[in-house]
């Protein structure tokens, strides 16, 4: 019998992980910028890839369309090198990083280095591989069907309108349709995130399969997607300050560039924009520690039997003796 996913349980969870991530708020944000570096170096290789020599050849004067275009096609090829660069690293980083937050649910000192500690060995680095594949694998399994219904029903839409004429009704519609396709999506997503759970299982034991990592954490909340969702609405208002807090720095930029002329207002809006991305960094690195080190915790509560009464020795006294054997 498995404990109870109850109210009290979610906020004590979140109470402790939430102490922990702030004793490790610097390691937080140091690994998620570790993180985000060779995704940046990634994207820079493909837009210098694919816009390098064009801008190369127009600042040497070249104007020729044909030209130009032929350079950007020759670029399109490294294209798909940066995408499979990306699917090698993302299963090995995002196996360090659910380690890091695996450690800091368990009140450890987790280091930043345990970030790269996958590419350290090669079943390490095969595992990282494979679970992110079956992990999208999953998702595709779960999505495909309202995806295909969702297509068939926008093309009939599309295809009436068109015979008919009748756009205002059916924008209507299909602004009905894509609010139920967005509801629906959402116990998928619920649902694709108790897989998630299946790298704590990999953490302890990198042998196991993945597949039935992920099958055997998912099992753990049966039953319980309805907790887990109000588990995840639980996070909102620290969304909302994230994008607020971003957004509002960006507005103040853009607000002193039209109230401030020149090279000063130019100077105001970089300055808020890096304020920006600062603050963007650090919540979100405490944000997203805190909220999977929380579903960690919740997995491991929900899989650990539920408590019951101590055995107690017993033994039926003969008449005349006491429940120690003793006689009266």
């Not at 000192?109 to 390490?124: A, D, E, Q, V, W």
């Not at 999953?138 to 309202?146: F, K, T, V």
């Not at 907790?227 to 909302?240: A, P």
Request: charged residues 15%; proline residues 4%.
């Amino acid at each position: 019998m498995r404990q109870e996913f109850t109210a009290q349980m979610r906020k004590e969870i979140k109470r402790a992980c939430k102490g922990r991530v702030l004793d490790n708020l610097g390691r937080c944000i140091g690994i998620h910028f570790l993180c985000m570096v060779p995704f940046a170096l990634l994207f820079l290789m493909l837009y210098l890839s694919l816009f390098g020599r064009v801008f190369a050849m127009a600042m040497a004067g070249y104007t020729d369309e044909y030209m130009l275009g032929m350079a950007m096609t020759q670029g399109v090829n490294t294209v798909w090198l940066v995408v499979f660069l990306m699917m090698i690293i993302s299963g090995p980083l995002t196996f360090g990083m659910m380690g890091f937050y695996l450690a800091v649910q368990r009140g450890e000192k987790p280091s930043i280095g345990m970030l790269f500690k996958p590419f350290t060995s090669l079943r390490s680095l095969w595992t990282g591989i494979k679970m992110e594949f079956c992990l999208t694998f999953r998702a595709l399994l779960w999505m495909i069907g309202p995806s295909i219904v969702y297509m068939v029903l926008v093309f009939s839409l599309a295809f009436s309108a068109a015979m008919r004429g009748d756009v205002r009704s059916v924008s209507t519609v299909m602004a009905i349709l894509n609010v139920l396709y967005v509801i629906a999506l959402i116990p998928i997503e619920v649902k694709l995130m108790t897989y998630q759970a299946g790298w704590v299982i990999l953490c302890d034991d990198e042998t196991r399969s993945v597949w039935d990592a992920t099958r055997e954490a998912s099992a753990v909340f049966r039953g319980q997607l309805g907790n887990l969702f109000v588990f995840v609405l639980s996070f909102i208002g620290w969304y909302i300050l994230l994008l607020g807090v971003t957004y509002l720095c960006v507005g103040l930029g853009v607000a002193g560039i039209m109230v401030v002329q020149g090279s000063t207002g130019i100077a105001v809006l970089v300055a808020a924009i890096i304020a920006a991305v600062c603050l963007a960094v650090l919540l979100g690195a405490f944000l997203d520690t805190y909220e999977m080190s929380a579903f960690f915790g919740i997995y491991e509560a929900l899989s650990k039997p539920a408590a019951g009464p101590q055995d107690t020795p017993f033994t039926d006294p003969w008449p005349g003796q006491g429940n120690d054997g003793t006689p009266q």
